[in-house]
């Protein structure tokens, strides 16, 4: 996973960076609120480690931030040394996902991250995804559109099922390639390839292309087929 630790106590935040880089995730950390709230909306990450008492823009504003303004839904995971049921509360109703109350154990953390993670990608229950006349099964990643089967090489697989977890949504490079390979390419010609592969595999199974193109700033899969002119 990728994760990112927003925490202005350098022990605490080392010994997360260590623990969870050891344990073979990407992680990224920052030292203050509003290095913290650029990171979280201009990077992919895949869950976050935040911290109420941040310098400069405090935790329960932060994740406000993150959901109210650049609607990021990237799942949160609150440490805090704030132990009342008021504290708590505050932190579920500005978006946080999930709460730690300090000190904690660091096997305890990922274990809370992972499953957020799961949670929010919807693989803790293993439903196929659909969108529109496509079906992915998630546990056999058998492929169907328009009932007819798709075959496709594993990155193309989770090029799709990254596509279809918000059909309509429009997503950048950097956001396909982070899905996908863990992190972004040199250049924008392996995306390009791996996209060309998955569209023409589409077409071939249910006739036409549900993937739209919108030039400069990524794509999106489509619901419905395109009108006809």
Request: overall charge negative; aromatic content about 6%; hydrophobic content about 40%.
């Given at each position: 996973?990728?994760?990112?630790?927003?925490?202005?106590?350098?022990?605490?935040?080392?010994?997360?960076?260590?623990?969870?880089?050891?344990?073979?995730?990407?992680?990224?950390?920052?030292?203050?609120?509003?290095?913290?709230?650029?990171?979280?909306?201009?990077?992919?990450?895949?869950?976050?480690?935040?911290?109420?008492?941040?310098?400069?823009?405090?935790?329960?504003?932060?994740?406000?931030?993150?959901?109210?303004?650049?609607?990021?839904?990237?799942?949160?995971?609150?440490?805090?040394?704030?132990?009342?049921?008021?504290?708590?509360?505050?932190?579920?109703?500005?978006?946080?996902?999930?709460?730690?109350?300090?000190?904690?154990?660091?096997?305890?953390?990922e274990a809370r991250l992972v499953a957020l993670h799961k949670r929010s990608s919807g693989r803790v229950t293993q439903k196929p995804l659909v969108a529109g006349e496509i079906t992915l099964e998630r546990r056999?990643?058998?492929?169907?559109?328009?009932?007819?089967?798709?075959?496709?090489?594993?990155?193309?697989?989770?090029?799709?099922?990254?596509?279809?977890?918000?059909?309509?949504?429009?997503?950048?490079?950097?956001?396909?390639?982070?899905?996908?390979?863990?992190?972004?390419?040199?250049?924008?010609?392996?995306?390009?390839?791996?996209?060309?592969?998955?569209?023409?595999?589409?077409?071939?199974?249910?006739?036409?292309?549900?993937?739209?193109?919108?030039?400069?700033?990524?794509?999106?899969?489509?619901?419905?087929?395109?009108?006809?002119?």
């Open positions: 996973m990728r994760i990112l630790i927003i925490e202005d106590d350098h022990t605490i935040a080392a010994n997360l960076y260590d623990f969870l880089g050891a344990r073979g995730h990407a992680v990224d950390a920052a030292g203050d609120g509003v290095t913290g709230l650029h990171l979280a909306v201009t990077h992919p990450f895949d869950a976050i480690v935040l911290d109420l008492g941040l310098p400069g823009l405090d935790g329960t504003k932060l994740c406000r931030k993150l959901r109210e303004d650049a609607h990021i839904d990237t799942p949160v995971l609150m440490l805090t040394a704030r132990d009342t049921l008021k504290d708590k509360l505050q932190g579920f109703d500005c978006g946080a996902d999930d709460y730690l109350v300090k000190p904690f154990e660091l096997k305890e953390v056999t990643l058998e492929i169907r559109f328009k009932g007819n089967e798709v075959k496709l090489p594993p990155k193309c697989i989770k090029l799709l099922e990254t596509l279809m977890a918000e059909p309509g949504r429009l997503y950048g490079r950097v956001q396909l390639e982070a899905a996908v390979w863990g992190d972004t390419q040199e250049t924008s010609d392996t995306l390009r390839s791996h996209m060309h592969t998955l569209r023409r595999a589409l077409v071939e199974a249910g006739g036409y292309d549900p993937i739209e193109t919108v030039h400069g700033l990524g794509y999106r899969l489509m619901s419905h087929a395109p009108a006809q002119p």
